[in-house]
């Protein structure tokens, strides 16, 4: 094999590992629980089955699988961003592009004070969650990593130490070329940093039904009167290269879902200003019909009240 | 109604995880993969008895699950969009960044392709195994091999080169 021929066959082993599992595979052509193979020669003589419906039922229970959130760890709240969704400790606050040119590289810090990381903290120990572009993998080489398989994909994984502003610090880090992300974690207690690393899955959509990346709306729709909740989605829209990461994402309920409808119904109908906004909302409201809306609009369309549940600072 | 028997049984639980693997491989898909699977194993349970299936049962699953996953991507048409792959970071890279290119590469690679490459290079099956199961000459399985390293050779270097 030459070296394309070889990299083509390390590629289909490594992602073979990420094939679904076949725990339920006999179970949905036979409509059979599972057996261990120990098992299997005295218990398979006779499974008498409906195959089709068996496999209808198996499906169904899978797609529900796969949209149901993981449960939340205490203490703890999803971040996402591109293609990744991270749990971090919900006392962390989070902040846009903190630095400011030339040193740019971090797209979201979320830590436990919002300023440029490296120049605030330089020597007091603090958990701090970087999240970059894959084009800055290069900050964190001194940190050895190894090939890791994670829910939905593969990821390159390890801590190490890291100079964090000419301070040398114990530092996770994941290189996810596939999401296109770079995640660096430092923090007083090892345990932490590894919470944090292990937590790390790729997801298309995160637990609110939010795309990595903004999708792009045709046109910002009325929202009706009465929500019994909205989903949020808010992108980033700062920077070079930056403009539709996920920052941030949640559930409305009640009267937060009907002042954020208002809002929006407020800003379509009467302004329509066309102000620069750091972010843009993409919200779905459902309906007590079970009908739901999504509408596409400018932070600035947005209640500061809406904006403080979804973005805590 | 239909009987799953011993045989059937074993053969599924050797087998499973190698399959969905192999149709993972060629779909690129989790979902579609356990669907290709799922739906090869019922079309093998109906003919289990029949000349040649029990026989040369992985052989078999091979193809019902290639022919039904070059099926599909005819169906759908419309959604093989090659030469749209978004390749980043041309700095120095790393292995990782190579066999992911190479992954998201392979997917922008016709169906056909695709399922020859995973053949040859994760199935280890000669060309001659692979004509077979692919109904086609093995001048044709050479023939669509090399465009496919053509192509991707192309996009490495211009991606190392940028």
Redesign the interface.
């Known amino acids: 094999m030459d070296a ?2 070889t ?16 725990d339920r ?2 179970a ?3 409509g ?1 629980p599972r ?1 261990r ?1 120990w098992l ?2 005295g218990l ?8 089709a419906l068996g ?1 209808v039922v ?2 169904a229970a ?2 529900r699988a ?1 949209t149901a959130a993981p449960p939340l760890p205490a203490g703890a709240r999803s971040v996402s961003y591109h293609g990744i969704t991270l749990d971090v400790p919900s006392r962390l606050r989070l902040n846009y592009q903190p630095c400011l040119p030339p040193r740019n590289e971090v797209d979201i810090f979320i830590g436990e004070a919002i300023s440029c990381p490296p120049v605030s903290h330089p020597e007091s120990p603090r958990t701090v969650v970087e999240l970059s572009p ?2 800055f ?2 900050n964190y080489r001194s940190v050895p990593t190894a ?1 890791d398989h994670v829910p939905g994909g ?3 994984r390890g801590i190490g130490s890291a100079q964090w502003r000419g301070v040398t610090r114990p530092t996770g880090v994941i ?1 996810a ?2 999401a ?1 992300v770079v995640v660096a974690v430092t923090a007083p207690k090892r345990a932490t940093i590894d919470r944090i690393l292990n937590s790390l899955r790729l997801t298309p959509t995160d637990a609110f039904g939010c795309p990595g990346r903004a999708p792009t709306e045709p046109e910002s729709a009325r929202a009706g009167l009465h929500p019994i909740s909205a989903d949020v989605c808010v992108y980033s829209t700062l920077g070079p290269g930056t403009t539709d990461s996920l920052v941030a994402s949640g559930q409305l309920a009640g009267r937060d879902a009907v002042v954020t409808a208002n809002a929006v119904r407020d800003w379509i109908d009467q302004t329509r200003l066309a102000l620069p906004s750091a972010q843009l909302y993409r919200i779905t409201f459902r309906y007590a019909d079970g009908s739901t809306q999504t509408v596409a609009v400018p932070n600035t369309a947005v209640t500061a009240q809406t904006h403080a549940l979804l973005v805590p600072r | 109604m239909l009987v799953a028997d011993e045989a059937f049984t074993a053969f599924v639980q050797a087998q499973g995880t190698g399959l969905l693997r192999f149709a993972y491989l060629l779909c690129q898909d989790r979902a579609r993969a356990e669907d290709l699977v799922q739906d090869a194993l019922v079309k093998m349970l109906r003919r289990w008895r029949a000349a040649g299936v029990a026989d040369q049962p992985v052989a078999y699953a091979r193809r019902v699950v290639v022919n039904e996953h070059l099926g599909w991507r005819r169906l759908r048409a419309s959604g093989e969009v090659p030469g749209t792959v978004e390749i980043t970071a041309p700095d120095d890279i790393d292995a990782i960044g190579d066999r992911d290119r190479v992954w998201r590469l392979m997917a922008t690679l016709p169906a056909r392709s695709r399922a020859v490459l995973v053949l040859r290079y994760y199935e280890q099956l000669s060309d001659r195994e692979i004509a077979l199961l692919l109904g086609c000459a093995e001048a044709t399985v050479r023939s669509i091999a090399a465009r496919a390293f053509s192509t991707l050779r192309v996009h490495v270097l211009e991606t190392e080169e940028a």
């Open positions: 394309m021929e990299l083509v066959h390390e590629t289909l082993a490594e992602h073979a590992a990420d094939a679904p599992s076949d595979l006999l949905a052509v036979t059979a057996r193979p299997a020669g398979a003589a006779a499974l008498v089955v409906g195959i496999a198996l499906r899978r797609h796969d894959y084009r993998r290069g090939v593969v990821v390159s290189l070329p596939s296109g």
